[in-house]
């Protein structure tokens, strides 16, 4: 973590994304035990030990953060076993590399499960590769009834649940070994419903209309990135975390796939959609929690598409 301190707010039971920690281990300069914030439930530090994640203080982050972006994405190791820096590093190679690993179907939910109201008009199937809870909520908080499927789920069992829509969700890992998915989103676009896919959901869209991903140098993290909408003009302050991209030229050759959303730091490919489909995806995350909240417009196109079709 990049801030010179963490931990500051403790931790609230309400702010977990996921029903478990999917980190190994956290590094800050400063991991701070006091916190000011009355609803929190705990200190940064409990919650750790609790879920038994390893973690480092001391340590010059900004300075790790600068040699990253110099050097690219790299794996790392925490011990609090051994400082023999052979044997570090002899550990450390056994680590697989991200490029080419498939990590969503690991992270996936084992059984379907459902959100929101049962009469609800709107139904809505999420593919779940690694969805944020928030993302659910920002669905249901707009009417809709979701249920949310395992990664591997046939297209024909996710039929019965007769949706409306479909949501590609998020997750860990490179899209590019994700056979199982990119079928089953390519089966799902021929159902001409909308699409919303979130990240990992934004590539897997790209892929299923045969334009490749890439491992990027260092990836988009953290708060504040600059996203420009082309289709509005305007700009928006996003929330990101991701460390592959949707490949620019392919994108350009292709006709059927329209840039919607780009980086202003450094024109990456922040959103597309499917001319002719009522598909559209972006790399970015609308759902961030708590904020910023300038693209949570896209929940509400997503929506009005539906309705819009079922209309």
Known sequence: MNSAHIGNYGVKDQDVESNSVKINGLIGKNLEDQYSRKMANGSLNEYLKVNKIVSIEGVDTRALVAHVRTKGAMNCIISSETTDIELLKNKLAEVPDMDGLELASKVSTKQSYEMGEPKSAIRIAVMDYGVKRNILNCL??????VKVFPAKTPLAEVKQFKPD?????NGPGDPAPMD???????????EEKPVFGICLGHQLLALANDIPTFKMHHGHRGLNHPVKNIISGRSEITTQNHGFGVDPEAVKKAGHIEI???????QSIEGIRVKGKPAFSVQYHP???PGPHDSRYLFDEFIELIKAQKN
Do not use: C, P, W
């Open 165 to 169: 829509g479909y949501f590609i969700s």
């Open 287 to 289: 759902e961030a929690t």
């Open 140 to 145: 249901v908080e707009r009417g809709a009834y």
């Open 260 to 266: 919607t959303h780009v980086n202003l730091n450094d």
């Open 180 to 190: 199982y998915a990119v079928i089953t989103l390519k089966q799902i676009l021929q």
